[in-house]
């Protein structure tokens, strides 16, 4: 008997040539915009170098950001519709990369592989964040990099409570997205130090981009 399985279907704009792209379907946040990246994806990019994981791949074009200097390019992500979309994008990309099966909580990297780790709009989908950044802090060499754009719990008391009271109905429409996690207290709580932060919002909702290392333990 002969199973047919049905291949994932892959996006126009990238099956007819880069786009926009998205950072995570969940947050459809373009990586490029008039053929430039955004000032965001440029920030995560500047001066990357070596193996670089980056958890979640969007719609794969965020591949078309990453400089020459990097050795490899790591994509861990669950969806394999993404993975299949990451991958027909990475066949024309000059940077060696690898679209791996895997999620937050389960990174299949070996321990301090990694040089940097990259997350845009991932974390905040982690069952478990502190999981999440234990795994994050494994992948990295030491004195690695983390680098993050995320959105934390506001600093408005009225608009963090409502952050709160949204989030299970938000978590199940939204990929499991938590909108109320105090993202910056528990980076420093999993043993990380703080070397960049920027604040700033967008629709309304507060966002942080920074960069942190693993303190010595």
Known sequence: MVVHVPQ?????????GVGWG??????????????AMTPQRHQLMEGLSGRVLELGAGDGVKLTCYPATCEEIV????????????????????????????DVSRLPVE??????????????CAPHLDEALRQVRRALRPGGELRFHEHPRSAHPVLALAEEMVTPVWARVCGGCHPARDLVTALESAGFTI????????????????RAHAAAA
């Not at 861990?76 to 895997?102: Q, S």
Request: one cysteine or more; glycine letters at 6%; hydrophobic letters at 40%.
């Open 8 to 16: 994932p279907s892959i996006p126009s704009e990238i099956r007819d």
């Open 75 to 102: 994509l861990v992500e669950p969806d394999p519709f993404l993975r299949a979309a990451a991958r027909l994008v990475a066949e024309d990309v000059p940077v060696p990369v690898r679209v791996l099966d895997g």
């Open 195 to 210: 070397d960049r932060l920027d604040r700033f919002t967008r629709w309304h909702v507060s966002h942080v981009i920074g």
């Open 111 to 124: 321990s301090g592989s990694c040089d940097t780790v990259i997350s845009s709009l991932a974390l905040c």
């Open 22 to 35: 998205m950072e995570q379907f969940h947050h459809p946040r373009p990586v490029r915009c008039g053929g």
